[in-house]
């Protein structure tokens, strides 16, 4: 079956330290993957977007990996911020032609400590 | 400039009630999209639209679901006889054109009681 997989439990780190969140996923071959960040009571917000033929990509303090052999992401924020404390989304493309169809993750939680 | 808004931001309704949910996409966005989000879980794809057409209705979850976009700019996300489980927060996002960036509303707090 097609899956696409986050840590579930929440990653709590210390203020500065880089934080390194995960997304797997079977069954899919997504032209590309997007990162976005969702605050309690908001709609997600953008981060970023790696495509398939890509394996890094970053923006100032994220940087995103994509490796398709492995069918994972991962999503790095160095330096981190008490504000950057979120839950983090990955979602991949999924269906024919340029849809714009996302399948996301359930997410997960970050909390920065200061 | 004015960002993806959804209205009402919440919504109480009883079970075997009939609801609509509006989204108003960013001007001149063609693609707009309808995901539902439970909690503790991402947003789950509902349908796709380009322009007054929808391109993907694939994850509407049975015929109690209907979305419309008459004119190409707002939509209407109607639920039919609604149930308990229908209760969600669904979301709305708007893009360019796909695949490009989608911009995502505050999203509608549906709760059937």
């Known amino acids: 079956s097609q899956k696409i997989e986050q840590n579930s439990e929440a990653l709590n780190i210390q203020e500065g330290k880089t934080a390194t969140l995960t997304c797997n996923y079977t069954?899919?071959?997504?032209?590309?993957l997007q990162w976005y960040r969702q605050d309690p009571g908001r709609g997600p917000v953008f981060l970023l977007l790696?495509?398939?033929?890509?394996k890094e990509k970053r923006k100032e303090r994220l940087k995103v990996t994509f490796d398709t052999t492995l069918k994972q992401s991962l999503f790095h924020i160095t330096a981190s911020q008490p504000a950057d404390s979120a839950t983090y989304l990955c979602?991949?493309?999924?269906?024919?032609?340029?849809?714009?169809?996302?399948?996301f993750g359930q997410g997960t939680t970050l909390q920065v400590k200061p | 400039g004015a960002g993806v808004s959804q209205t009402p931001s919440n919504k109480v309704t009883e079970k075997g009630k009939y609801v609509e949910l509006r989204c108003d996409p960013i001007?001149?966005?063609?693609?707009l999209y309808w995901y539902r989000q439970s909690l503790g879980q991402g947003p789950e794809f509902l349908i796709y639209?380009?322009?007054?057409?929808?391109?993907?209705d694939s994850g509407l979850p049975n015929d109690r679901f209907f979305a419309v976009r008459p004119e190409g700019s707002v939509s209407t996300l109607k639920i039919q006889r609604t149930e308990r489980g229908d209760s969600a927060v669904y979301l709305c996002?708007?893009?360019?054109?796909?695949?490009?960036?989608?911009?995502f509303g505050p999203g509608t707090r549906l709760t059937v009681l």
């Open positions: 996002a708007s893009s360019l054109s796909p695949p490009d960036t989608q911009y």
């Open positions: 069954n899919y071959s997504p032209a590309y």
């Open positions: 790696i495509r398939e033929n890509e």
């Open positions: 979602a991949l493309n999924h269906g024919s032609g340029n849809t714009g169809k996302l399948i």
């Open positions: 001007s001149g966005h063609t693609a």
């Open positions: 639209f380009q322009g007054t057409g929808a391109a993907d």
